[in-house]
């Protein structure tokens, strides 16, 4: 059985490259079983998720089948399932790629205006 690939290895693999749930379906089938769950658990009908999320029935349906579907119909379909807080959550312990970031990171931490400072490329890049 091949292994999963992380959104880690997917990085590593082309540093230019995007991934996408396309690129993952394991995980695009935990997010639909999951959010299957859910529903059912919530008694909601696929007609109500979508009304909450803003999404249309057929998105609902693809999710829960495990297709890829857009990051604004998760975030949607998230929101709509009451997950907000746990995105926050998640913003607020992020994985740095190296020393550097997790430093300057935690110097931005101390000042509300280093959050508007602007990120310069560096030289060659």
């Given at each position: 059985?091949?292994?999963?690939?992380?959104l880690d290895d997917l990085l590593r693999a082309d540093q230019g490259y995007e991934p996408t749930l396309s690129d993952m379906p394991e995980v695009s089938q935990q997010i639909g079983e999951r959010l299957r769950r859910q529903r059912v658990a919530f008694d909601w009908r696929q007609a109500d998720v979508a009304e909450r999320a803003g999404v249309s029935?057929?998105?609902?349906?693809?999710?829960?089948?495990?297709d890829p579907i857009s990051g604004e119909s998760l975030l949607r379909l998230l929101l709509a399932f009451g997950h907000g807080s746990d995105l926050i959550r998640m913003l607020e312990s992020p994985?740095?790629?190296?020393?550097?970031?997790?430093q300057r990171y935690v110097e931005m931490g101390g000042s509300v205006t280093s959050l508007h400072k602007r990120v310069r490329s560096k030289a060659g890049n």
């Open positions: 059985m091949p292994s999963m690939k992380t029935v057929q998105t609902v349906k693809a999710v829960e089948k495990g994985h740095f790629p190296d020393l550097d970031s997790h």
